[in-house]
């Protein structure tokens, strides 16, 4: 049965969640549609592009993600502190680059006078949406309403594009966020659409691999939070050197074309000690990731504080 999502997404037990949404029936809208012989390979940009432009505006910052044929996957990072951090103006900006905003957001944008019953009525609407701007529900409604606007217009049709709900996974662990990561990054690869992660079309894993080559000074994406670098506008960073999740995710691409575990390389080995998880499961739990878990992936003691928390 759906579960209310405020009891699905916690921010004080974690900031990072898996989140998942499909297209009405699984149909491929954002493929090669065999059905009608018609290519949406196109609406996988417009999805990047939101992705990218919503990330810039709200207080959730994108770890990875992948963009199929008939869904896509992100894995998130809320950061409620550097959105309390937020002036009142910076708030107002952010939200109007959304919405078209009451008139008071609009007047105080352009700095006229308010009164102080203005002010205070305006100040109600910012804590609104400074809370809205770190809110999973928001940042997927704002995604997914536009993308279906568009592909509805397109087609020239009305109804659903997506299924009624996104799906979350609250990650509770270093493990479980580097190991959804991957499980995300891979999923081409898992799909037999491309050998390499540098083929991996609509991924943040191919996404950081040009970076890397192609910007040596930096060795970073711009805009998806980073590895090992701390910098001003970011906060927090991902608990991995990049170099090192590059060796894992290619080891893991490897095992899994094969269709065999594989030995695992001793660089991996110390990778895998260094997150704190055996061997033997790492494989196949990402491989049956979207099958093994459910709503939470971590540590049973964790899961038991959260599941105690969110009652």
């Given at each position: 049965?759906?579960?209310?999502?405020?009891?699905?997404?916690?921010?004080?037990?974690?900031?990072?969640?898996?989140?998942?949404?499909?297209?009405?029936?699984?149909?491929?809208?954002?493929?090669?549609?065999?059905?009608?012989?018609?290519?949406?390979?196109?609406?996988?940009?417009?999805?990047?592009?939101?992705?990218?432009?919503?990330?810039?505006?709200?207080?959730?910052?994108?770890?990875?993600?992948?963009?199929?044929?008939?869904?896509?996957?992100?894995?998130?990072?809320?950061?409620?502190?550097?959105?309390?951090?937020?002036?009142?103006?910076?708030?107002?900006?952010?939200?109007?680059?959304?919405?078209?905003?009451?008139?008071?957001?609009?007047?105080?944008?352009?700095?006229?006078?308010?009164?102080?019953?203005?002010?205070r009525a305006l100040e109600n609407c910012v804590n609104t949406w400074r809370?809205?701007?770190?809110?999973?529900?928001?940042?997927?409604?704002?995604?997914?309403?536009?993308?279906?606007?568009?592909?509805?217009?397109?087609?020239?049709?009305?109804?659903?594009?997506?299924?009624?709900?996104?799906?979350?996974?609250?990650?509770?662990?270093?493990?479980?966020?580097?190991?959804?990561?991957?499980?995300?990054?891979?999923?081409?690869?898992?799909?037999?659409?491309?050998?390499?992660?540098?083929q991996s079309e609509f991924t943040s894993i191919q996404e950081r691999l040009?970076?890397?080559?192609?910007?040596?000074?930096?060795?970073?994406?711009?805009?998806?939070?980073?590895?090992?670098?701390?910098?001003?506008?970011?906060?927090?960073?991902?608990?991995?050197?990049?170099?090192?999740?590059?060796a894992l995710v290619n080891w893991m691409g490897r095992a899994v074309r094969?269709?065999?575990?594989?030995?695992?390389?001793?660089?991996?080995?110390?990778?895998?000690?260094?997150?704190?998880?055996?061997?033997?499961?790492?494989?196949?739990?990402?491989?049956?990731?979207?099958?093994?878990?459910?709503?939470?992936?971590?540590?049973?003691?964790?899961?038991?504080?959260?599941?105690?928390?969110?009652?």
């Amino acid at each position: 049965m759906p579960q209310a999502r405020y009891r699905l997404v916690d921010i004080q037990t974690t900031p990072y969640y898996h989140c998942v949404s499909r297209c009405v029936r699984r149909a491929f809208l954002c493929g090669y549609d065999h059905f009608s012989s018609k290519n949406f390979d196109h609406r996988k940009q417009w999805i990047l592009d939101r992705i990218k432009k919503l990330s810039a505006v709200f207080a959730i910052d994108v770890c990875a993600y992948a963009i199929m044929s008939n869904h896509f996957h992100l894995v998130l990072h809320v950061d409620t502190d550097a959105a309390r951090k937020w002036s009142t103006h910076e708030v107002i900006e952010r939200w109007l680059t959304l919405y078209t905003g009451p008139v008071l957001a609009q007047r105080y944008k352009f700095g006229e006078a308010l009164t102080s019953f203005e002010l205070r009525a305006l100040e109600n609407c910012v804590n609104t949406w400074r809370t809205r701007l770190t809110e999973l529900s928001w940042f997927m409604r704002c995604l997914n309403e536009t993308i279906a606007r568009m592909a509805n217009k397109e087609d020239d049709c009305k109804g659903r594009f997506w299924e009624g709900r996104f799906r979350s996974q609250a990650l509770l662990d270093e493990a479980a966020l580097i190991s959804c990561m991957a499980y995300v990054d891979l999923n081409p690869i898992r799909s037999k659409m491309c050998n390499t992660l540098e083929q991996s079309e609509f991924t943040s894993i191919q996404e950081r691999l040009r970076a890397f080559a192609q910007n040596r000074s930096k060795r970073r994406s711009g805009w998806l939070l980073p590895f090992d670098i701390k910098t001003a506008s970011k906060t927090a960073v991902l608990p991995i050197r990049q170099t090192d999740y590059f060796a894992l995710v290619n080891w893991m691409g490897r095992a899994v074309r094969n269709d065999k575990r594989g030995a695992i390389p001793p660089s991996v080995k110390s990778i895998l000690y260094e997150l704190g998880v055996e061997e033997d499961g790492w494989l196949k739990s990402t491989q049956h990731f979207g099958r093994r878990f459910g709503r939470v992936l971590g540590p049973i003691d964790q899961i038991r504080k959260l599941a105690s928390r969110i009652n």
